[in-house]
């Protein structure tokens, strides 16, 4: 999918692409006393604040566990992974416009910025699930060896996001509707996912409309590993899986095809 040409690109501009990584991260706490303890301390609250209602008050279970923490820990497992991909996608429906005047002064490959996007994001996340990966040990819910196969999934997750977010964020360029109308969407794409309640609780007829929402297998493939400490069905994420690598193939296309004329347009 991506040239040699274009990984030589990208590594020649290494420095570049996390210099830009590090200055993000720290801009965003540069002005805070505390500074990037924040990084720490709102994730944190969040996954006490979801321990604390949802398995101590309201003592909220999920069918088929008796585990107190069962919930909490599905709740989690979605929100923080849907929060990854919802940044993925946020961050690269603006990303070539909020670096116009980068793009039209400086020559450098285009391509690093999905890259830029995507560490970003993914050291966002890092943070976050490394506390709540804490939270499971200490609470004696660790997953065991399962854990391992969260790599793969979480490699699909960032494949279909960025392929997607590309896609997006090359036509919002030149029509600007596409990233406000995906804003919306995507708030009815939450809701459409099994990640505050399980898919069990649904009509029958509903629950067969999941079989089309390629995001339902990945986020419940984090849940099975982290609620039950076992391999996902990885026969479901055959869609996913096949959907990720086209919308990524057209992408790049996409992008190679536009990128002279994105720069007029910007």
Known sequence: MISSHTFRGLWAYRGFVLGSVKREFESKYSNAILGAAWSLLSPLAMIVVYTVIFAEVMRSKLPGSDNTFAYSIYLCAGILTWGLFAEIIARSQTMFIEQANLIKKISFPRISLPLIVVLNALLNFGIIFALFTVFLAVTGNFPGVAFLAILPVLALQVLFAIGLGMIIGVLNVFFRDVGQFFSIFIQFWFWFTPIVYP?????????????????APIIGAYQTILVYGRAPDWGSLTLPLVLAVLMCVFALRLFRKRSGEMVDEL
């Open 199 to 215: 898919a069990s609780i649904l009509p029958e007829a509903i629950r067969g409309m999941l079989l089309w929402n390629p995001m």
